[in-house]
């Protein structure tokens, strides 16, 4: 298998192994509690689910479904986009159901890409967001992800020292991992960067509605005067209606970007099973009090994280939008990199987390922490971690180098 160009061109999947760890360690008995994966078990909003029985089984909707998505749910997604962003979009041109934001990502990427293309992502970063390109034959050159001016200094240097020119700029905010959120100042900038330069920007929005200052949720891109001309937004059903595993999502924005997702993905695939669309479509288009509680669910779950993590002495910052915390190792730990001391969190203190490092090299020095477990769980959590690191210094000197724990 390793011989495969493309099989190739991808590095080993970190998160694999700890899932290796994690799995070997459930079948010998022990409770890991699971913060690393960032699966929703929240329960899907009851009338999304009442809409897909009610759909099931009728024979039209056995057969194959369309590609770019229903026409209905096209029709919602538009009606989102207007009444939460006041954008304006055409359902027929400017909107392609995608089976999760995942694969949209990644058939765009095949879409737009030519071998040897460069591409601009932020690092560190969705994997998708790299390895969609380096798949499609792709060349990655890494900028910041925080959204600050540094980002536009680190881009055009980029842009300056890529042969060829770079084609595409990625963006993700709320970020995954970091939980980082631009303003729609960062925005104007972006857009006016991406035609100074003629990039396309390629904006990942999956977590648009888990945000926790209501005053201030996180914009669109596509709010930007004329960035439709340059711009692509992928959204998604995962993270706001509790959705993962019924895989739809979206590509919104430039129709000419657009037309070229919907012609590959029509080669690709028949769209999801129709009966999905329509409960999805009943989601965009029903009441958001479900959007609410999900907000105030993952809140309540990140104040007790930083407040029993704090107490078992590590440090969380507060994140402000996503289901994550991007959380750096403890000092002694750093050195170790974060795959190895997440190995050691299942080992040590049956809690898994996702280590950095699968996110770009710029994150070995950091955790994601999802909020996927309840209340009482992330305290149990904090309170296994407290375990580990008090005992620390008697069980893990010949793990850890001996002058980490001078500092």
């Not at 459930?26 to 999304?48: E, F, T």
């Not at 060349?139 to 540094?150: G, Q």
């Not at 972006?190 to 200052?213: M, N, Q, R, T, W």
Request: glycine fraction near 6%; charged fraction near 20%.
């Amino acid at each position: 298998m390793s011989d495969f160009y493309r099989i190739k061109r991808l590095p080993p999947y970190v998160f694999e192994q700890v899932n290796r760890i994690k799995a070997a360690a459930r079948a010998n008995g022990a409770d890991i509690i699971d913060l690393g994966m960032g699966n929703p078990d929240l329960q899907a909003p009851q009338h999304v689910i009442d809409k897909l029985v009610e759909t099931v089984g009728k024979p039209r909707t056995d057969r194959y479904s369309a590609s770019k998505g229903i026409g209905g749910l096209r029709r919602a997604q538009a009606g989102y986009y207007e009444r939460r962003f006041g954008v304006t979009l055409n359902p027929d041109t400017q909107v392609v159901a995608t089976l999760g934001s995942k694969e949209g990502f990644a058939n765009m990427a095949q879409a737009i890409t030519e071998p040897g293309d460069v591409i601009l992502v932020p690092n560190p970063s969705y994997p998708i967001h790299a390895f969609g390109f380096l798949m499609a034959g792709g060349v990655i050159r890494s900028v910041p992800a925080e959204p600050t001016p540094d980002f536009f200094v680190a881009a055009e240097r980029a842009v300056a020292h890529s042969i060829p020119k770079p084609v595409a700029l990625v963006v993700c905010y709320p970020s995954n991992p970091t939980a980082y959120v631009a303003s729609l100042d960062f925005y104007r900038d972006l857009v006016a960067f991406a035609k100074k330069h003629e990039l396309i920007l390629l904006s990942d929005l999956a977590y648009s509605e888990v945000y926790f200052d209501e005053s201030n949720p996180p914009p669109s891109i596509l709010q930007v005067p004329g960035a439709i001309d340059v711009a692509v937004e992928f959204t998604s059903m995962s993270k706001t209606f509790s959705m993962a595993g019924w895989r739809i999502g979206f590509a919104v924005g430039n129709e000419r970007l657009l037309a070229a997702l919907a012609r590959v993905k029509s080669y690709l695939d028949y769209g999801a099973f129709t009966p999905v669309q329509v409960a999805a479509t009943a989601a965009l288009n029903g009441p958001d009090d479900c959007i609410r509680e999900m907000r105030a669910t993952y809140k309540r779950r990140r104040d007790v994280m930083v407040d029993s993590f704090a107490k078992a002495g590590w440090t969380v910052p507060v994140p402000t939008a996503s289901m994550f915390a991007w959380v750096q190792i403890p000092e002694k730990f750093r050195s170790m990199g974060s795959l190895e001391f997440s190995k050691l969190l299942v080992e040590k203190a049956d809690v898994a987390v996702a280590p950095g490092i699968g996110f770009g090299e710029h994150g070995d020095d950091y955790v994601r922490i999802a909020l996927v477990e309840n209340e009482q769980r992330i305290r149990q959590a904090a309170r296994n971690i407290r375990k580990f690191f008090d005992h620390a210094d008697q069980t893990l000197h010949n793990v850890v180098p001996r002058s980490a724990w001078a500092k």
